[in-house]
């Protein structure tokens, strides 16, 4: 009984059976178990990819971070990119203006583009501070060698180019030099040459000359006043051919003086310009001063026998052209004819005492001055013995003796020393007693026949004063005379001003369109320019 009831429970203790889940469901699992999976790898890749880096102070660390370069050093060293880019873009500008200059443009504009390339990459490393790989440098490196191969192969190389630049820098050397020998040529020609105005005036003053023998009578009784040799009054020595010039030079001193009626005037001109000059003087008023006017043809002592200048000039090739159309008297044609005549009257100042006879001091004027003081207070300058007083112009080196002489000639060299201080003619004052007791006249002979092949000096009476008046000259106040007015355009203002006469020395005469004009304005001052002649020649 007990058996059967241990096999036979009752339906409520009975132990219950397992119940299986359906498949569909662990599908369902294993999917969001792979997928979660998935997630979290990917969420690891990721923190690891953002993770910033461990600094580390090892020699590791080198190797991860760039460190910031000194891009001059970069630029200096031999073996940088950098260096190879400036090296070759250097020489690839060189080459883009050999190009042009060969008409090459094609090749200048591959160069240029180039060269642009290689500056951008350039500059980008200098901004950011790094060094320039090879991977960045490469392409324009072997761009710009070929670009450099082939204008090598267009005989634009180094050795090709210096001797071609050489070549050029010796032609414009050459080009220079032959320009400024023309443009001393030139000048010379300008200086020397007689303007249109100055030419008609001096024709209508020689018109007026000719046609009215009313002047021709005043002028000889000019001749016998007795003004002229009185030593009480002050004398001044004029030797042009140009009116106007001598004009301005007597207006100018008479203007500025004191007592203008006790200045005369000894003014000698050629034969061309005689009458111009004399009518000129006698139709104008000067304040009440004295000029005489005489012609070189007068001196019948200044010839060849007495002259060494005389006898040279009428030596000259030009003797034979006068003699072949007839001159009767060759040596007085000469001095009528000759372009050089004009130097004829500017050595006349060598023989002031035998145009003077009577007079014991005289004050020596070129045409080219502007007299701006009282000239009469260089009468009372004490000289000391001296012949001339004059302004020296020696500043340390310059314009001393050995710049006008040729001291490798043993008969200068032996009597002067070269580093004797120059001096200026233009403005001088002469004592006509110790030049006749001094027989400076002979001097200047004498070294005018030592200089007969012109090996002492060149041309220009300074030279041959020097020599003349060596050991025989006082220095003046340097307010006296204010020289370069004729070359100078940088002469102070203020020294101008003090100055007793400025002079137009170099060939920018102030009648001349070339003029300064900065300096011009002072010798217009002294133009009469209402007379009709003036007005009609320079305005018309």
Request: with cysteine.
């Amino acid at each position: 009984m007990r058996g059967s009831e241990i096999r036979r429970r009752a339906p409520e203790y009975r132990r219950q059976s397992r119940r299986r889940l359906p498949g569909w469901i662990w599908w369902l699992v294993g999917i969001f178990l792979v997928v979660g999976l998935m997630l979290f790898v990917l969420h690891h890749n990721q923190k690891e990819q953002f993770r910033p880096p461990v600094i580390n102070k090892g020699p590791e660390t080198e190797e991860v971070s760039h460190e910031k370069v000194n891009f001059t050093e970069e630029l200096l060293s031999s073996t940088s990119f950098a260096r190879q880019l400036a090296d070759q873009m250097t020489l690839a500008k060189a080459y883009v203006i050999l190009a042009k200059e060969h008409g090459n443009l094609q090749l200048a504009w591959e160069l240029s583009s180039q060269i642009r390339n290689c500056q951008r990459l350039l500059s980008e490393g200098a901004v950011s501070g790094r060094a320039i790989t090879q991977e960045e440098a490469h392409p324009i490196i072997t761009r710009l060698a070929r670009l450099i191969y082939k204008s090598q192969d267009s005989h634009y190389d180094i050795s090709t180019t210096i001797v071609t630049l050489k070549s050029h820098a010796l032609a414009l050397e050459e080009r220079a030099k032959a320009a400024v020998v023309q443009t001393a040529e030139f000048g010379q020609i300008a200086a020397e040459s007689l303007p249109k105005n100055l030419h008609c005036l001096t024709m209508k003053l020689t018109e007026e000359w000719l046609q009215n023998p009313e002047l021709r009578s005043r002028s000889e009784e000019h001749r016998n006043s007795t003004r002229l040799v009185d030593n009480n009054l002050y004398h001044f020595s004029i030797f042009s051919d140009n009116v106007l010039a001598t004009s301005v030079v007597v207006n100018s001193t008479v203007s500025n003086a004191n007592h203008p009626q006790q200045l005369v005037f000894h003014v000698v001109t050629d034969r061309i310009n005689f009458g111009a000059m004399s009518t000129w003087f006698l139709i104008n008023d000067f304040k009440g001063c004295t000029v005489e006017v005489r012609c070189i043809d007068e001196f019948s002592w200044l010839n060849a026998a007495s002259s060494p200048l005389v006898r040279r000039l009428s030596e000259m090739e030009t003797k034979g052209y006068y003699n072949s159309v007839g001159s009767k008297t060759p040596e007085r044609e000469i001095k009528f004819h000759n372009p050089k005549f004009a130097s004829l009257l500017n050595h006349l100042r060598f023989y002031i005492p035998q145009i003077l006879p009577n007079l014991e001091k005289v004050v020596f004027l070129d045409d080219d001055v502007v007299v701006q003081k009282d000239l009469t207070q260089l009468f009372s300058i004490e000289l000391h013995g001296n012949v001339i007083g004059a302004v020296e112009t020696c500043l340390e080196s310059f314009h001393r003796y050995h710049k006008y002489l040729n001291f490798s000639q043993p008969i200068i060299s032996s009597k002067i020393d070269p580093h004797t201080c120059g001096w200026a003619f233009g403005m001088n004052i002469f004592d006509l007693i110790a030049w006749r007791k001094a027989n400076a006249t002979a001097l200047y002979h004498y070294w005018q026949e030592q200089n007969a092949d012109q090996l002492l000096w060149r041309t220009g009476t300074l030279p041959a004063g020097l020599l003349t008046f060596y050991g025989l000259m006082e220095p003046l106040d340097r307010r006296w005379h204010v020289l370069g007015l004729g070359y100078d355009v940088d002469i102070d203002d203020r020294l101008i001003e003090s100055a007793a006469v400025v002079h137009y020395n170099g060939n920018m005469k102030p009648w001349l369109k070339l003029a300064i004009r900065r300096y011009r304005s002072i010798w217009e001052r002294y133009v009469n320019s209402s007379h009709p002649y003036v007005r009609e020649c320079m305005f018309h």
